[in-house]
């Protein structure tokens, strides 16, 4: 696929900086304050009770749309808003490619949901409604930066370079991973949640070392915001103003349950706590998220170390093929949150501001579908990994002791062709 | 007899645990309103309330650091861990607090934590869904460990759990959760720490425990059609270990293999290796042979098949051991 | 030894609670953020440099006396300042009762370091310069209120009517902890940097469910708060908003590296990331410790949930008997602390206002020569433990295999009295 | 011959790897300005930099968590894990990543990560700061796990260990830390990966690592006063294990005795045990048998010295060995 030049060639210039460093940040302290003490309020009320943060208006609060921290430049309708700290100047052909970004990792997501439901993945994780928090934030890195991902990067994993085939093998069980971290720029698929930030971290501290202008991105989500890792991580970046900045895409659910259930106040506040800025901004909006994180980096570049992004988003579909949603959220959420579709309101900006007509619409649509045909295709004919591999890549330097228990499984599974009996068992 | 499954009976005796016991505690990721990853806990924060079912916040460490808390306050905390890979964020709380605070404070104070670890490969799922713990525990002095294998066992081992008065890390072989099995919670459970004789026989001893004791069952039954009379025994109890059971055996059968998913490199077969040929040293008409995971890492699911012993395997290790 | 009754007769009686609510906390947030900025500024200047929050001003800004959130009732002179959230009012009783207290843990700290250099003991933890901290926060404890410590809270189990002897038996390898945390409502020291304070929340879950009306303390340090389980606590008090106290003694440092190695912003301020307030209070000072602890655990009882108070005091012995602090702080450090001792500040404070005379001081140093005579003699004639009692209190239901393992090992020491060589070789 | 210590000969070897390459770092709790609570890195800190010695916030998950990082930046992070009770909140990123991130990325990504750890008990401290947790390592594949005993050792193991491409935990035993011992840098090095006889004999072979090889070789020497030769085996390499030698040595002897501090349930001599009785059983005079630290909690120091295996506890499982 020759998705990474096309990437390479309309990708978006860096554009200019903008406003006093940290501002937004500090903009949002007097608001959070209150909130804390509505949080504390709304406690109080319940007294002595454990009702969870969850039970109480905290969740409308913190679901809130009209949430006045929330750094947005396109809104739901697909009209431009400006933001006093944060613009973006995209050529016509960037914001094209934005788009199309956006359309194919959903489209890729899309098949291999179908591919799972076929048997042909072991189990899959899907981004949808988190391609603008993925694309947007992917988009501003440089190609020297470094991300570090969870589980479901798949569109920050695109825009890295890596063959969705590659990704696919991963959710087919033929490998752990299959792309080169280095090459990629991506790091392997982070399960153990939280583990990638502190991974993020001390990259980060090793490009201080190498006097390197690059920095490094961390995703997460907002249950993993609870994790010691993740919060450690805080720590040492804050200590080390380390480069890197920690990406949460808040997409209001950690399987079951609200992102109430892990903090009682809005995810980005934590970074206050640690010394470094947060910054909320709405997560299906492409455009606020590639400005907000490229302020981000050039502030981690300059030497100004950490920053919090906390992308206000929604995890649209399953939180994996095995989970069924519907035992613990209700469908007007999903109807709401459908309004705010990051692909609409983009597609109805290019719309109203001319920058595509129906032929690109037409054309991606496509190129959308021969993609997802060539995947579907070369998915299912992705070769079986051979036994013996089992015991590749356990060490760099390989041991006595599992070369000799190779080669007896070897002897093993020879026992089988020889004796039709041994496999007749 | 009636049928039901290892994650129904489970779910039975976590219902009634609850109902006997006003301080049995519910906590983990998921268990309240989606009633676990595995369903195991379902409808019981309907039941209970939220009070007693409590869905914590993303942190292992933190689920085990609270249990401590509230079992100090007389509490009866059961964990969940989501899945065997997930309770190393964990192991600190669980080996230096939860193992060693009796001791510590010189039986003053007792932790009746339990924690419930759903364990082993064999589901077809990514890195760390397929893990088995268990030898990091049972080295681990003050912990109890069990892992059951049926569903009666599972409706009375949970049951036990809970009410014993130490901490107990309790595995559950999540690839046999859904298979339909005999249940009949009247019939009376044999103690917590002992180990129980699945299927008699004379030729050679089979020692498996969790998700091998069926596989270890279906390689004695493919045995027997070759003429091979072979006893399992189900461990139950991982530590400690029911030496007295399989010591009795093995007097008998004169012959060992143990059966584990975990790696066999420090796996709980050395050990159990180590103890009986210490015992029954002149006895032994064959050394203790092992069956277990590669001293790999956990594969891609496409390798799982090969990774995990299977019936194959087992019989292999037995004609091995007849062959002494 | 009486003293626990007597501190209950001249035990103060709760002060009145003062302020609105949380306003403590508020009041800082605008400083802070300042704070925050000039961290940044700060490390902005170093560029993308690695130097530590250590080598910058920070460090000043820290230890600078003249921090406007430091909430104070006793000037270092020994004058009584007011402050507009917190007061105390004390019977003249109860002041020369707290300052007993200070002057009694500080002897008993002095004799235990004997003790150790002597021999007697394997290791001590000196409390010294800590003992405002400890008195101001464990007086304000109601006695069904639950403490958890580390392992230098001596002065808090002092308060909590633990017999110095039963502490030294811990240092003496007597035991690992020798007192019962129920009875004394104070848990066992541990060890495990950060551990107890997940224990301390998991206890508040569980007062909450017994409708309690009382409340716990966590104490850590501030090497402590970067550790995963201490934010891990931070999220679950605040998530099921815990009758939790976390109660910080920033002493400046942890073994050999200074606080802003842990944080680059001051401490107290972790709290409003977690939703929650935070409250640096000086801890040499136990009239504001006392306020301040006792207006956060009144917070908790009322279901305000948890609070973070920073006792910003000084560690001005060595980390332990084993360590050496000439090997990483200056003399003229300590010397300045030394201008802040809590018990001189205390003492001036009674005298001036004529709360005790020459006699009372008198007869208290006295006692304090006796309590120290009595431990040290005590101390000597503790009994050793029995070898057999190693396998003791393993499990509340003992295990086959120890049982086998204890005889064993009994007829094994057998052996030695039978064979006399035995015991030769 | 020079003398020096193991605490020493630590210092000089970490010395000596940081000059070799520029990539290697050190970072922990207080290893700089203090040079460690053992002074282990004892000016390194002055003479490399703080970007080179790096004291960390006081967060074990952090410390190994960061310097996977690190390595995967090319950097060859020493990381000091302050005493061995203090390894748990970093088992995590150890298991679940350090071990496993080279199989992961198809051996795309490799971790030359070196974890020093402090352990064992004998130094009359107050609780963790005694544990033996080294079989809790060698049972997770995708870690290379190592122990010095004596100055030459640690000083080239450690410079093995950093230059290996594969991540080594590297136990150290803090009881012998200061222990004066012939000390030759120059002396040639086994391979890190092999065992060594440090002191040959035909009667029983005794197996031990770090802290026990001085009690063995003590043993030893008792023995010999008795007209018993005693072979010892310096194991020095926890996993892989270096069967051969152990082989080759209990071919000749038929009698193996096991010494280790942690406790013995799920320890080490287990799998030693049942490795060598599955190749040896039919040259095996006497089971082999196992000498280690009682299944408790580690107990108070006063306790320590009937915890901790001895002269004597070695000698009479020797006796006993002999007996069969
Ligand atoms: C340490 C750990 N505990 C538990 C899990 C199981 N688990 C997988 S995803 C998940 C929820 C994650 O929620 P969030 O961080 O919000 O990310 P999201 O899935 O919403 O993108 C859980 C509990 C895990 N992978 N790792
Ligand atoms: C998890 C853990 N890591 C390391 C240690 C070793 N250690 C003991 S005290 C200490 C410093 C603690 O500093 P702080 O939290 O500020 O408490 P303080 O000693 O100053 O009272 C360290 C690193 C430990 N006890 N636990
Ligand atoms: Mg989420
Ligand atoms: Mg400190």
Redesign the pocket.
């Known amino acids: 696929m020759a998705r990474d030049d096309m990437a390479r060639d309309d990708g978006p210039d860096r554009p200019v900086a903008v406003q006093a460093p940290g501002s937004g940040a500090d903009a949002t302290a007097a608001a959070a304050e209150s909130e804390l003490e509505s949080a504390t309020k709304a406690t109080q009320a319940v007294g002595n009770s454990f009702l969870t943060a969850g039970d109480l208006d905290l969740a409308a609060l913190l679901r809130s749309p009209a949430d006045p921290d929330l750094v947005q430049l396109l809104a739901p309708e697909g009209e431009r808003v400006e933001h006093p700290d944060y613009a973006v100047d995209f050529s016509d052909a960037q914001y094209r490619s934005l788009y199309r970004d956006l359309v194919l990792v959903r489209r890729i997501d899309r098949e291999a949901s179908t591919l799972q439901r076929q048997g042909e993945l072991g189990i899959w994780?899907p981004l949808a409604g988190?391609e603008a928090a993925q694309i947007g934030s992917a988009r501003a890195l440089r190609p020297g930066d470094m991300a570090f991902p969870?589980?479901?990067e798949h569109g920050v994993a695109w825009c890295r370079g890596v063959d969705p085939l590659v990704l696919l093998g991963l959710f087919r069980g033929v490998n752990l991973g299959g792309w080169d971290p280095l090459e990629h720029n991506f790091s392997l698929y982070t399960?153990?949640?939280?583990?990638q930030t502190l991974h993020a971290t001390g990259y980060a501290m090793g490009m201080q070392r190498d006097g390197s202008e690059d920095a490094v991105i961390a995703y997460?989500?907002?249950?993993?915001?609870s994790?010691g890792d993740v919060n450690e991580a805080f720590v040492y970046a804050a200590v080390y103003n380390a480069p890197v900045v920690f990406f949460c895409?808040?997409?209001?659910?950690?399987?079951s349950?609200p992102?109430e259930r892990?903090s009682r106040i809005p995810l980005y506040r934590r970074a206050s706590g640690f010394g470094f800025p947060g910054v909320r901004v709405d997560g299906n909006d492409v455009l606020a998220t590639y400005a907000v994180t490229e302020k981000a980096l050039a502030d981690a570049r300059s030497g100004q170390g950490p920053t919090l992004v906390e992308a206000f988003t929604y995890?649209m579909g399953a939180?994996?093929s095995n989970d069924d949603p519907t035992r613990y959220r209700l469908d007007h959420e999903l109807e709401a949150w459908k309004l705010k579709d990051p692909l609409e309101r983009m597609k109805s900006f290019l719309y109203k501001q001319q920058i595509a007509d129906r032929s690109f619409f037409d054309d991606l649509d496509t190129e959308a579908e021969t993609l997802a045909r060539q995947l579907r295709k070369s998915c299912r004919e992705m070769p079986e990994p051979q036994p013996l591999s089992i015991f590749d890549d356990v060490y760099v330097e390989p041991t006595e002791h599992l070369r000799r228990q190779r080669e007896d499984y070897a002897a093993y599974l020879d026992s089988f062709e020889d004796a039709a009996v041994g496999g007749g068992r | 007899m009636p049928k039901s499954t290892i994650a129904r009976a489970l779910n039975e005796g976590l219902r009634k645990a609850m109902e006997k016991d006003s301080k049995v505690l519910i906590m983990g990721?998921?268990v309240g309103k989606l009633g676990g990853?595995f369903r195991v806990t379902d409808g019981l924060q309907k039941d209970f309330g939220e009070d007693r079912v409590i869905d914590t916040p993303?942190?292992?460490s933190g689920i085990i650091g609270t249990a401590v808390g509230l079992a100090m306050r007389g509490f009866r905390p059961v964990c969940e861990?989501?899945?065997d890979?997930?309770v190393?964020?964990a192991y600190d709380q669980i080996v230096s607090q939860v193992a060693k605070f009796h001791y510590r404070s010189q039986g003053k104070v007792s932790l009746p934590i339990t924690i419930r670890i759903p364990f082993g490969g064999g589901i077809g799922a990514v890195e760390?869904?397929s893990e088995s713990p268990e030898a990091l525990f049972c080295h681990i002095a003050g912990l109890k460990v069990v892992a059951c294998s049926s569903a009666n066992d599972a409706y009375s081992m949970i049951q036990q759990s809970i009410a014993s008065d130490d901490p107990v890390i309790f595995f559950e072989p999540k690839r046999r959760y859904w298979e339909k099995a005999d249940f009949d919670p009247a019939a009376g459970a044999p103690p917590l720490h002992r180990a129980r004789v699945v299927r008699p026989g004379a030729d050679v001893t089979i020692v498996a425990y969790g998700p091998m004791v069926r596989t270890a069952l279906d390689a004695a039954a493919a045995a027997e059609t070759e003429g091979r009379s072979l006893e399992v025994i189900d461990l139950r109890t991982l530590s400690p270990l029911d030496m007295d059971a399989i010591l009795e055996s093995v007097r008998r059968t004169r012959r060992l293999v143990v059966v584990h998913e975990a790696p066999g490199n420090g796996g709980l077969g050395g050990e159990i290796a180590a103890r009986v040929t210490e015992s029954e040293f002149y006895r032994l008409e064959a050394p203790v042979l092992r069956v277990a995971g590669f001293d790999t890492p956990y594969p891609g699911s496409q390798l799982e098949d090969n990774y995990l012993p299977d019936l194959d395997r087992v019989l292999d290790a037995v004609d091995r051991s007849l062959d002494y």
Request: aromatic share 14%; hydrophobic share 40%.
């Open positions: 994780a988190q969870t589980y479901r399960i153990v949640i939280g583990a997460f989500g907002d249950g993993a915001s994790q895409q808040n997409n209001q659910w950690a399987i349950e992102s892990q995890r939180h994996t | 990721e998921d990853v993303l942190a292992e861990i989501q899945f890979g997930f190393f964020p760390h869904h």
